[in-house]
């Protein structure tokens, strides 16, 4: 909770953090793409040097992009004197943690976030999941399906990436290319914009996904890219507040029914918060 923050110490540990992974992300675009903004990554090679293309499948693209950008993730690591632990396990919370290589306590968690802009409004993208807000969000102490519990994180970050897709229309089939043809292989996505920010900047007051506790983002690109979410005018603590107790707070509506709050602007009212706070029109 927020108040670790209160040790002036811990929190420039934050910011310091936040700002150092900031510069560095902003360095991967070209690392990832060519001048032309294209993908660098084309396919898979074989030993008998063949190009296996690939589909704009998320989860595909998801995890190659993780791929692409974990050795220069180390690096940054190394360079700022922190080790790496990842997830043990797929489901995990979060897939990296930053643990401080002279002071174990400086534990950063950081989720890899990847989707594309929404062809028809590209000022707006897929939006993604923030990790759950079951057992081990509520139970600060919990050690199911987090690396560490989720009170030893002195900060909890987001580094996502947004590409465009490519015309679908342009794309062949998935095929096996020789490596003569590399460079007219089309990439599946372009245009990249690398961002990071606090989980908490960038959440919505929906649930992220089907049936699961997941919490949900805001999904307007400039909003994302400045962490300029629903909460921004309320803080971690209310956002705490909100996903700790998201659908468990019994309240009676005008016509006297009872109903689980699951919107922020029912919740500051109940809790007697002005809902004038809310940052309006984050959610799409």
């Known amino acids: 909770m927020m108040n670790k923050l209160t040790n002036k110490y811990v929190l420039n540990q934050k910011l310091d953090f936040k700002s150092k992974l900031s510069q560095f992300v902003q360095t991967l675009k070209t690392q990832v793409s060519t001048e032309s903004s294209e993908w660098t990554i084309k396919g898979f090679i074989d030993i008998y040097k063949n190009i296996y293309t690939i589909s704009a499948d998320t989860k595909i693209i998801s995890k190659i992009l993780e791929i692409h950008i974990f050795p220069r993730l180390f690096q940054f ?7 790496i632990i990842l997830a043990d396990h797929q489901n995990y919370y979060p897939d990296i943690s930053f643990v401080h290589n002279q002071n174990e306590k400086l534990k950063f968690a950081v989720d890899l976030k990847t989707t594309y802009r929404k062809p028809d409004n590209p000022d707006f993208c897929n939006g993604f999941t923030l990790g759950s807000h079951g057992e081990y969000f509520t139970n600060r102490t919990s050690k199911k399906n987090i690396q560490f519990p989720y009170n030893e994180y002195i900060g909890h970050f987001c580094l996502g990436i947004i590409y465009s897709r490519n015309d679908i229309d342009k794309l062949s089939e998935l095929s096996i290319q ?3 043809n590399l460079k007219s292989i089309i990439s599946v996505i372009k245009d990249f914009e690398f961002f990071v920010c606090e989980k908490w900047e960038l959440a919505s007051d929906k649930g992220g996904s089907g049936n699961t506790a997941n919490i949900g983002s805001i999904n307007k690109i400039d909003d994302i890219i400045s962490g300029n979410g629903i909460f921004k005018n309320l803080g971690e603590d209310v956002f705490d507040d909100y996903w700790m107790n998201y659908g468990k707070i019994i309240i009676r509506d005008n016509n006297g029914k009872e109903k ?3 919107s922020l602007k029912d919740f500051l009212i ?4 002005d809902p004038k706070k809310m940052n309006l029109g984050r959610i799409k």
């Open 77 to 83: 690591a190394s360079d700022n004197n922190f080790n």
């Open 178 to 180: 020789p490596l003569s």
């Open 270 to 273: 109940y809790r007697r918060i």
């Open 260 to 262: 689980k709050i699951r």
